[in-house]
């Protein structure tokens, strides 16, 4: 059994990171939409300019971090918050280099892409598994947010260069996403894909799924959007998931139990 540390043994294995549940599918697509709608309002709203407002929100980003990473198990309202923080400046970080830098979204999606290749290949070189079901040390925990940021940053650019650099539209991009994802539900379940990877790729999936989900509720009829906007779209979904974070700090259902933990790590 590899050592996690006496310390993380004496914390009785908690994991630092929720059970996946349908609930964290649902709040994980919310997170994806509100990250692409609440960078195009924050930056639109507050006239910081995107560094302005990649500053600003990669501060609060840093300072939910110190906490998730200070919590001694998974605290939902400190860890979702972390997600919909990292999910803005994940967003920020492809807009800053496609907008401000000129880099094309086909250039960001491949460098992100390796990047994240990178974080998996590093992750299980040190750790010998990808699984969540273990993120018990601060060296896993970094990993795992590592690869999120990545994730994010990657799906904003998938997103953004299917729906409008291919011309397909959001609503089309968002349906093709669906559509993936469903398909490696079904290779998981019918011919038994690995759970850890079918994790990773569906997790992978779900931003350019929310990307593409809040520019075709956010944006002006005339660009193929149902012209929500992004600041009525950002509050309808921040209230679901706050909703759905208050239920799951009343009932737990979605905490891991500390024997699937320790069967992780045997």
């Known amino acids: 059994m590899p050592s996690v540390g006496n310390h993380s043994a004496r914390r009785e294995l908690l994991n630092k990171v929720p059970e996946v549940t349908l609930y964290f599918w649902v709040i994980k697509v919310l997170c994806t939409t509100v990250g692409e709608t609440a960078a ?26 110190f906490f998730q990473v200070r919590c001694r198990k998974y605290v939902p309202a400190i860890y979702w918050l972390t997600v919909v923080l990292i999910s803005v400046v994940g967003t920020l970080i492809t807009d800053n280099l496609t907008d401000n830098l000129g880099i094309s979204l086909v250039t960001t999606t491949i460098v992100f892409g390796i990047a994240l290749a990178v ?3 590093a992750w299980y070189a040190t750790e010998k598994t990808l699984s969540i079901h273990s993120i018990v040390t601060i060296r896993r925990e970094a990993f795992y947010w590592l690869a999120i ?48 990877w079918a994790f990773w790729i569906a997790y992978i999936l ?27 779209t950002s509050a309808l ?13 009343v009932t737990r259902r979605d905490m891991t139990p500390a024997e699937v933990v320790q069967r992780e790590l045997e």
């Not at 500053?55 to 609060?60: A, Q, S, T, Y």
């Not at 990545?150 to 953004?160: P, R, S």
Request: one cysteine or more; charged letters at 10%; proline letters at 2%.
């Open 149 to 196: 940021l990545f994730t994010f940053a990657l799906g904003t650019a998938a997103g953004d260069l299917t729906a409008e650099r291919f011309g397909i539209g959001y609503l089309v991009s968002a349906l093709l996403f669906a559509g993936l994802i469903a398909a490696v539900a079904l290779a998981h379940h019918r011919w038994k894909l690995n759970a850890i």
């Open 237 to 249: 979904f921040l209230v679901l998931i706050l909703s759905l974070v208050v239920y799951l700090t």
């Open 119 to 121: 974080t998996f290949l």
């Open 40 to 65: 195009d309002s924050l930056n639109t709203n507050l006239h910081l300019g995107l560094t302005g407002t990649s500053c600003v929100m990669g501060v609060l980003l840093a300072i939910a971090l």
């Open 206 to 232: 779900t931003r350019p799924l929310g990307a593409s989900l809040g520019d075709y509720l956010s944006q002006p009829r005339d660009k193929g959007g149902l012209n929500l906007g992004t600041v009525g």
